[in-house]
């Protein structure tokens, strides 16, 4: 290029463009390129840096360690809605009955459309002997029990469930003992409670006193412990009954 071109301070700024590039095709066969010089009063654009968590070594490495998740705000959940609590059995049937007895109907109550009474151990046999023969509950479905450990003074809830085929009806009626009390026997009102007693002996231990022959009716006689108390471990086998009569080592 011709250098008046060059020197000329007046030639257009496409002439001193042209110029640069010459210089920089110039300096690439062993000269150091000229850099263009920087605007005055400006100054250059700095890079934007990079965030803390992207930038921070991840311990042990020399990589980059993973943005810090950001927690999601998720909504509480809702309150649980209350749940369902016994409400008076207020009918003629529990009404006549706490009338008769007085204080030994402890309760009379309904828990989700199920009506029951709590009365006392001692007058169980002639509250159900009235339940039988002037309320037509002619049918004892079961009889069983729950053991509350820690309920100390009644560790028993002793529950009658019967049935009235005339009045379509059906009630629950409880009574609560210590462990070591006796129940009076109903097998004279409902045989089928015969069985039924044996059974709550089995499970439980609890004595029913008249019944003219308890004894276990599922686990063998001898066996060691209750099963279905609250403090016999679900796995546990009398291991001495086992060896003894099936003369083999428990597996438990």
């Given at each position: 290029?011709?250098?008046?071109?060059?020197?000329?301070?007046?030639?257009?700024?496409?002439?001193?463009a042209?110029?640069?590039?010459?210089?920089?095709?110039?300096?690439?066969?062993?000269?150091?390129?000229?850099?263009?010089?920087?605007?005055?009063?400006?100054?250059?654009?700095?890079?934007?840096?990079?965030p803390?968590?992207?930038?921070?070594?991840?311990?042990?490495?020399?990589?980059?360690?993973?943005?810090?998740?950001?927690?999601?705000?998720?909504?509480?959940?809702?309150?649980?809605?209350?749940?369902?609590?016994?409400?008076?059995?207020n009918?003629?049937?529990?009404n006549?009955?706490?009338?008769?007895?007085?204080?030994a109907?402890?309760?009379?109550?309904?828990?989700?459309?199920?009506?029951?009474l709590?009365?006392d151990?001692?007058?169980?046999?002639?509250?159900?002997?009235?339940?039988?023969?002037?309320?037509?509950?002619?049918?004892?479905?079961?009889?069983?029990?729950?053991?509350?450990?820690?309920?100390?003074?009644?560790?028993?809830?002793?529950?009658?469930?019967?049935?009235?085929?005339?009045?379509?009806?059906?009630?629950?009626?409880k009574?609560?003992?210590?462990?070591?009390?006796?129940?009076?026997?109903?097998?004279?009102?409902?045989?089928?409670?015969?069985?039924?007693?044996?059974?709550?002996?089995?499970?439980?231990?609890?004595?029913?006193?008249?019944?003219?022959?308890?004894?276990?009716?599922?686990?063998?006689?001898?066996?060691?412990?209750?099963?279905?108390?609250?403090?016999?471990?679900?796995?546990?086998?009398?291991?001495?009954?086992?060896?003894?009569?099936?003369?083999?080592?428990?597996?438990?």
């Amino acid at each position: 290029m011709p250098e008046d071109t060059l020197g000329n301070s007046s030639a257009p700024e496409t002439a001193a463009a042209q110029a640069a590039d010459a210089k920089s095709s110039v300096g690439s066969q062993g000269e150091p390129p000229v850099q263009p010089a920087k605007p005055t009063g400006e100054e250059a654009p700095k890079p934007l840096a990079a965030p803390a968590a992207a930038t921070a070594a991840a311990p042990g490495t020399g990589a980059p360690a993973p943005p810090a998740a950001v927690p999601s705000k998720t909504p509480a959940a809702p309150a649980k809605p209350a749940g369902p609590v016994p409400e008076p059995w207020n009918e003629p049937l529990p009404n006549d009955l706490m009338s008769r007895f007085g204080s030994a109907v402890r309760e009379a109550s309904t828990y989700l459309g199920q009506a029951y009474l709590v009365i006392d151990c001692a007058e169980a046999p002639e509250v159900l002997r009235v339940l039988r023969d002037e309320c037509q509950f002619d049918y004892c479905v079961d009889l069983t029990a729950v053991h509350y450990p820690k309920r100390e003074a009644t560790q028993f809830d002793v529950v009658w469930i019967l049935y009235s085929f005339t009045r379509n009806q059906r009630v629950r009626v409880k009574t609560q003992i210590k462990d070591g009390d006796t129940v009076p026997s109903v097998v004279g009102l409902w045989p089928t409670a015969n069985w039924l007693e044996r059974e709550c002996y089995d499970m439980f231990g609890i004595q029913f006193a008249g019944h003219p022959d308890l004894r276990r009716i599922l686990l063998p006689d001898g066996w060691k412990g209750f099963p279905l108390r609250k403090d016999y471990p679900i796995t546990q086998q009398d291991t001495e009954w086992v060896r003894e009569n099936l003369h083999i080592e428990s597996g438990q």
